[in-house]
């Protein structure tokens, strides 16, 4: 049984290109080209495919946002997602909106068919190329955890730290808790040693996950 493919990208050229190779293979089914995010929601609604190969800089609607909105009212359709980039935050939300594999449009034809095989299984599918900064991010949360609980937080340092990552600025802070601003610096500075964090995003993160930010 043949898996059933829809092409969505917005580069006419490419997308022949990508259409081409499909047709090269027997066991994979082109049945639909979008050329646009909305489009690629109103023929995976149509077509019912089995794997969706998404670009992600798209017209109307991006690629992360269709591809959560095919997760969302199609669970059964996987999404793979054929991008330019290699930017580490984009192939991160793309999988947090539901994507089963990320791979790079200057992938070899085998590969497309490898991952288009994968995530048809049920598998991740990853292009090599972009797994090292992502296995560094996973080992500098390794560290992260491991300093978090070698080096727990004073009871100072946690007022500190929800009043940081609720916005508040250090002449804010100093007032709120009746101490100096040098001394707010001083804990911020401790803290973020402590945590391993190196901004205020990664600190706010690290908040979240602690459970000392509470988001509702």
Known sequence: MSIRVLLADDHELFLE??????????????????????????????????VVVMDMTMPRLNGIHATHQIGENFPEVRVLVLSMHSDRELIVESLKAGARGYILKECASDELYKAIHAVM????????????????????????????????????????????????????????????????????????????????AELTRYAIREGYLDLS
């Open 121 to 200: 299984t049920g598998q991740y599918y990853l292009t090599p190329s972009v797994l090292p900064p992502l296995i560094e991010d996973y080992l500098r949360l390794l560290q992260v955890e491991e300093n978090s609980s070698a080096c727990p937080l004073s009871d100072r340092e946690r007022d500190v730290l929800r009043l940081l990552v609720k916005g508040l600025n250090a002449k804010q802070i100093a007032a709120r808790l009746d101490i100096s601003k040098n001394t707010v610096d001083t804990h911020r500075r401790r803290i973020m040693d402590k945590v391993g964090c190196n901004s205020m």
């Open 17 to 50: 290109g990508l259409k081409e190779l499909i047709l090269k293979v027997s066991d994979i089914e082109l049945v639909g080209q979008a050329r646009d995010g909305l489009e690629a929601l109103e023929l995976t609604e149509r077509m019912k495919p089995d």
